[in-house]
């Protein structure tokens, strides 16, 4: 788990390096909101918006970031450690974004 190396008194954890700037590019394409940004419901979700259409939903938890389309049951995994300097939910975004065009591809 992120940040058990300064609990338990280890020094040979290394932060993974920062995203290059053509994912960096990719994320800021996008437009990351909480779902309910009154914080009504307990969940931890935030929504991604590609212009004014909502492509999916991420989350950062303690096991790590995950990411699912509107149209899928359940989370998937994409992230477990990343670099500080990286922007919030960023690999999950990166991953979503993927998994758009994928399904994008696949329909034509």
């Not at 009504?40 to 970031?65: C, M, S």
């Not at 699912?68 to 990343?82: G, I, K, S």
Request: glycine content about 6%; charged content about 25%.
């Amino acid at each position: 788990m992120r940040g058990n190396h300064i609990i338990w008194g280890r020094q040979d954890y290394v932060e993974p390096p920062p995203l290059p700037p053509e994912a960096l590019a990719r994320v800021a394409m996008c437009s990351v909101m909480p779902r309910w940004p009154d914080r009504t419901k307990p969940y931890n979700w935030h929504e991604v918006r590609a212009g004014d259409d909502v492509i999916g939903f991420v989350k950062t938890g303690l096991g790590g970031q995950s990411y699912r389309t509107p149209d899928m049951d359940d989370w998937f995994l994409v992230a477990w450690d990343w670099n500080r300097a990286d922007p919030p939910h960023a690999h999950a975004v990166l991953r979503l974004l993927d998994a758009v065009n994928a399904s994008a591809e696949a329909s034509v």
